[in-house]
């Protein structure tokens, strides 16, 4: 099991979101590590890489599969 936090349109949240967005991602990444649960956290994506805050178009689910790929993430998911 991999399990992929985010990305989020993080261009489209306000300052109080955002933090708040970060602070609970920091909180899934302790508990995932706790765990020994294998993730990843990809970096933001380009705004026009999005749809809307949280659906990436192709060419950002094309940028995302490059993150995975060069990070070696799936391959050491196994």
Not at 1 to 13: A, C, K, R, T
Not at 59 to 67: F, V
Request: hydrophobic letters at 40%; zero cysteines.
């Amino acid at each position: 099991v991999l399990v992929l936090v985010g990305p989020l349109n993080e261009y489209m949240l306000n300052e109080k979101s955002l933090t708040s967005y970060r602070i609970i991602k920091k909180k899934i990444e302790v508990f995932l590590k706790e765990k020994n649960v294998s993730s990843y956290f990809p970096t933001v994506l380009p705004s026009e890489s999005y749809a809307d805050v949280s659906h990436p178009l192709s060419e950002g689910y094309a940028l995302l599969a490059e993150q995975l790929f060069d990070n070696d993430v799936i391959r050491d998911s196994r």
